[in-house]
């Protein structure tokens, strides 16, 4: 019976786990932050997620963060493309930089 127990604890551990990861995720939506969260974010975690406006949840990830990504030099142009993405107080906050 201890074995049963122990994995009935370790389910509701795995369970509670996924549950509270869910709720990390849509919290993390940079939708619910400032810009300068959701920058501050992006270059800490190298990743981030937003709802466009269409209500799609898009991950964003793969750029140079914004503070670096300035001066970042790509092609023949050495220009390089803002990620924005949308925050509580901007429609359009440049979070990173790719080629």
Known sequence: MKVLTSASAALAT???GTAATG????????NNMTCAQAKAMYE???????????????????????????????GRTNTARPVSVITSDSNSCTIAYKC
């Open 14 to 16: 795995i369970l509670l």
């Open 23 to 30: 709720h990390a995720q849509a919290q993390q939506l940079t």
């Open 44 to 74: 800490a975690q190298g990743r981030v997620q937003t709802r466009t406006r269409t209500g799609t949840v898009l991950p964003i990830y793969g750029g140079v963060p914004e503070a670096k990504g300035r001066f970042l030099r790509c």
